[in-house]
């Protein structure tokens, strides 16, 4: 299990539990509209305090069983505002274990590299902790500051239009991005 609490130069990055449901409610129900751009449909209940509660849940007890991890990043100079989240789900297929890559950014604090700097962090966890040399990014070809944000991370587009995904209520075609961690210093 990699570390439940990681500070960054402007970050705290946090693994929380259900007891966090109403602030990780409140980064969704401020961020809907530009979230629901790029994220799949969600189901009628995403939007109450105790489907996150339940989800927390499992996403908690997932990380203790070494299968996802998900940090919720906050400022420093705002410790008690979620911001965001990156999460890693961590997988194996034909080429052995890997990761998928998520992140989310509260459309306040966009542009001004807190997802660089987060990714960034987890992505040392991923690779010192989990020993994972690989993370895979599946991306909307329309969603551009996501793109911009893999390229900047060193990722390569390795596949076009292996994954569907029902975003908006429409089928929406991911491409697919790999970084090899054991190029990182």
């Given at each position: 299990m990699g570390p439940t609490t990681l500070r960054t130069e402007n970050l705290i990055l946090r693994v929380e539990?259900?007891?966090k449901a109403k602030e990780v409610l409140d980064l969704y129900t401020r961020n809907k509209i530009s979230f629901d751009m790029y994220e799949p449909t969600r189901p009628r209940n995403f939007y109450t305090i105790d489907y996150h509660r339940a989800h927390l849940r499992g996403e908690y007890n997932n990380y203790l069983r070494g299968i996802f991890l998900r940090y919720y990043i906050y400022t420093n100079y705002r410790p008690d505002r979620i911001i965001g989240s990156v999460n890693f789900n961590?997988?194996?297929?034909?080429?052995?274990i890997y990761a998928e890559l998520?992140?989310?950014?509260?459309?306040?604090?966009?542009?001004?590299?807190?997802a660089c700097e987060a990714v960034k962090a987890g992505i040392k966890v991923i690779?010192?902790?989990y020993?994972?040399?690989?993370i895979v990014a599946h991306i909307a070809p329309g969603n551009k500051p996501s793109l911009r944000l893999a390229e900047k991370l060193g990722f390569e587009k390795i596949d076009s239009a292996t994954l569907c995904a029902n975003i908006m209520s429409q089928n929406v075609y991911l491409d697919s991005y790999a970084l090899n961690t054991?190029?990182?210093q």
């Open positions: 539990n259900e007891f961590i997988k194996e297929d034909n080429f052995g998520g992140y989310k950014i509260d459309l306040l604090y966009q542009n001004r590299g807190y690779k010192e902790i020993n994972i040399n690989r054991s190029d990182i």
